[in-house]
């Protein structure tokens, strides 16, 4: 052990209390009293270049400015601030250069070419997922599929009222489509309604009467109530019409699976007879940008386009 | 270490104290050799290295390059992933815990003789004493007024300083990128700014910390020096004075008239140090050893060999300042080596090196990875059956193209979906997420979840196994 006379002294503040109590003076590193006074100078650079001091109600604005560019192209420069920079970032930056480069890459690709290559719909699935959660989640659901049945189809089944195919799903969006069945409540006394309710439910195997389900079948196809006009006469639906498919299992407007019993499922069935159907999805043609329409069209068709 | 403080009167009243400068001495002997060795090793290893060129079947042919755009680490003839970013807690476990089996053996070993602090400061000092000369020359040197000499010596000696950090800053740069064309760059001024940015960063520590700042580092920084203390015990090697025989019974004494042999000094009660300050004018932290054991001492050995100089010029033994353990100083017989301690680390530390070498050999070829869609977690499709969907991921970390065909296992009649893409072909160490779709009928699978498995089958021809990734299948109740 170190013998104590070779240990420095500890020197003290110099002031006694109490006539004995006397605090011990360990100094500080003087270069820790430097890198004090640096940050020192280094806060009032920071004030003088960038925003600091509120001065009554408004601020000091700093020497730093960033320059971007406004929607129409106008090049505008402000104090330095980061939401600024962050529409800098978006439309020079590093990252929004390498999007850019893509974006051309599938601007100037065919949908054959974007489908076959797993890169370009690696990138469609990224980009046309932030547009479609951006511009059509609010109908379609965030994943495409809507909180409910009834007002919005769902993209992700395989049944496609207008058509899945790449050019008809491009044309949705672009145009918008205009869905419309005439109410039938006036025109067709309630027996009428129930019959065709029952036979529309018999077409994809949902228990009904089957009295009244014949009785159906023979409106369905008459001029009386002319539902196979848009339906078709096999009831398959029409896609230049936008008319439903009603053999299969799919219901867009109606929540037939979500009734509790077959009684229910038949009211609903009614409902939509009665008061007919009127939806509208807008059209995005000058909305969205080429491109994005392009994307949106293969993440849109990635989700179960096809049919 | 039990500092015995002790009140005094107020000499002067600082609050704030200036850094003592201190001007080792230079020394040869068997531990400045050793320092010198393991210090050419460390920077031949870390300024060459970036330049070491390396074949490989993809990927650029550097040694060693952390591609951080890339996301894929280098490593000779392996390839380092974002998933594997286990490794590294792995391979900082193994550092912490071979720290502390050194430290809990030898002491300070790695302060002394490998940290990069020690090994910068030595460089520093050597072009210090090269320019300015030996420790009485560098003293003189400080003292007088600033004439052309000095101007000269003290202004060539920064110069250098800056030259030495600035390799230093560079060369780390150099590990990020491929160096002959990022040095191109950086000359040519084309590199990136984090490479300009990096650059002057390191370059200005380096200089501040092994030119300006050196032991205080040390003592006042480096959490490392304050928490060794703990992993002492009575075994552990240290640097120490032998004060029994040193000190005599009569204390120290310099060479004297009569006081010349050791008969001479051993009648009058003298102990062997002749107090010619060697000891203290070499360690490059400023203590003196013979004070004992101090927080300051970075165990760098310099005065054992400062010491066995002189003992060896009066032809005394050697050890009067030597690696001994305070075992050893309170009259025990050696050191213990095999201690609960020191066994508890090295087992955790061979589990910790048998564990990352098995993870590291056993690196799958390639990553697949698959989570379901939760949103929306199922959908009807128009003849009834259920469709769940899946994102894929598939990473290829082999050096050749992979074609991968897509399977599922475990659900029987159900439906595999992913489009245009159930072979694939990926390029060398490519990335990709693919969408899958799962069909199955519902009055199959009523009720709950179902896990099943996707699988990967690498094209015949590879050779590699299959992988599968575990997930479920979803169907709704009714």
């Known amino acids: ?307 | 270490m039990n500092q015995v403080l002790r009140m005094s009167e107020p000499a002067e009243n600082t609050l704030y104290a200036p850094r003592k400068a201190i001007y080792p001495r230079s020394v040869k002997g068997r531990f400045r050799r050793l320092k010198w060795g393991v210090l050419g090793l460390a920077y031949g290893v870390y300024f060459l290295l970036p330049w070491l060129r390396w074949q490989r079947e993809s990927g650029p042919d550097q040694a060693v390059l952390f591609d951080l755009v890339g996301r894929k680490f280098y490593i000779f003839d392996l390839v380092v992933y974002p998933q594997d970013i286990f490794w590294l807690a792995g391979l900082l476990m193994i550092f912490a815990y071979l720290l502390f089996f050194v430290t809990g053996i030898a002491g300070r070993v790695f302060c002394g003789y490998f940290c990069f602090q020690t090994l910068w400061t030595d460089v520093f000092l050597f072009i210090e004493r090269l320019v300015q000369g030996e420790r009485p020359a560098r003293i003189r040197l400080h003292k007088q007024p600033w004439n052309g000499e000095k101007l000269l010596k003290v202004g060539l000696t920064h110069l250098l300083w800056l030259l030495v950090a600035f390799a230093t800053g560079l060369t780390f740069v150099l590990y990020w990128g491929d160096a002959p064309e990022l040095v191109v760059a950086f000359f040519t001024g084309k590199a990136p700014f984090a490479a300009y940015a990096t650059t002057a960063f390191l370059t200005a520590t380096t200089y501040v910390m092994a030119g300006i700042a050196r032991e205080q580092v040390c003592t006042y920084m480096c959490p490392y020096a304050r928490f060794q203390s703990v992993m002492f015990d009575k075994d552990t090697l240290i640097v120490s004075y032998d004060r029994r025989r040193g000190e005599g019974e009569q204390g120290r004494a310099k060479l004297g008239r009569d006081l010349k042999t050791r008969e001479q000094r051993q009648a009058a009660g003298v102990g062997d140090c002749i107090d010619c300050g060697y000891c203290v004018q070499v360690c490059p932290t400023g203590i003196d050893i013979r004070n004992g054991l101090q927080i300051q001492c970075i165990s760098c050995a310099l005065c054992i060999d400062a010491c066995d100089t002189i003992m060896d010029s009066l032809g005394w033994e050697r050890g009067l300042v030597g690696y001994t353990s305070q075992r050893v100083e309170e009259g025990g017989d050696r050191a213990r080596l095999l201690r609960p301690k020191v066994l508890g680390y090295a087992a955790v530390l061979l589990v910790a090196v048998g564990l990352l070498a098995w993870s590291v050999g056993n690196q799958a070829p390639f990553d697949l990875t698959v989570s379901q869609v939760r949103q929306p977690l199922f959908t009807r499709l128009s003849d009834g059956r259920i469709e769940n969907a899946y994102e894929v991921k598939v990473n290829n970390k082999t050096g050749h193209d992979l074609g991968l065909t897509f399977s599922i296992e475990g659900l029987p009649d159900a439906e595999l979906d992913m489009g245009r893409f159930r072979h694939i072909v990926l390029r060398p160490e490519q990335r990709l997420r693919l969408n899958a779709r799962v069909k199955a009928h519902p009055r199959r699978y009523d009720g709950h979840t179902h896990p099943f498995r996707l699988v990967a089958t690498p094209d015949p021809e590879t050779g590699l196994p299959p992988v599968s990734h575990e997930t479920v299948f979803y169907v709704p109740k009714g």
């Not at chain 1, 600091?52 to 192209?73: E, H, I, L, R, S």
């Open chain 1, 1 to 307: 052990m170190a013998d104590q006379s070779q240990q420095k002294a500890v020197q003290t503040t110099g002031h006694a209390w109490d006539g004995d109590l006397q605090e011990f003076n360990n100094p500080l590193p003087r270069w820790w009293l430097w890198t004090f006074y640096a940050t020192v100078v280094f806060a009032i650079v920071y004030w003088i270049l960038y925003p600091a001091w509120p001065v009554g109600n408004t601020f000091t604005k700093g020497m730093a400015t960033t320059t971007f560019q406004t929607a129409d192209g106008k090049e505008v420069t402000t104090h330095w601030n980061t939401r600024a920079e962050f529409i800098r970032d978006m439309q020079s930056g590093e990252e929004a250069l390498k999007q850019k480069a893509y974006l051309e890459k599938v601007a100037s690709a065919s949908y054959e070419q974007i489908l076959n290559d797993p890169d370009m719909m690696a990138f469609a699935q990224s980009m046309g997922r932030v547009l479609f959660a951006d511009n059509c989640a609010a109908c379609h659901g965030l994943g495409g599929t809507p909180a409910q049945i009834g007002s919005f189809p769902n993209l992700r089944d395989d049944a496609w009222l207008w058509g899945g195919s790449i050019p008809r799903i491009e044309q949705t969006i672009r145009k918008g489509r205009l869905g419309y069945m005439p109410p039938f409540g006036k025109v067709l006394s309630e027996e009428q309604i129930d019959a065709l309710a029952n036979y529309v439910l018999s077409l994809s195997g949902q228990p009904v009467d089957q009295a009244k389900a014949a009785e159906g079948d023979k409106l369905f196809h008459s001029d009386t109530a002319a539902c196979y006009v848009c339906h078709t006469n096999s009831a398959k639906g029409m896609q230049s019409q936008g008319s439903a498919n009603l053999t299969d299992q799919i219901w867009t407007v109606a929540d037939v699976p979500g009734a509790a019993t077959p009684a229910e499922k038949i009211e609903r069935v009614k409902a939509v007879i009665r008061n007919g159907i009127q939806r509208q999805m807008p059209a995005w043609e000058g909305r969205l940008s080429d491109e994005e329409i392009k994307l949106l069209t293969v993440y849109v068709y990635s989700l179960g386009g096809g049919k």
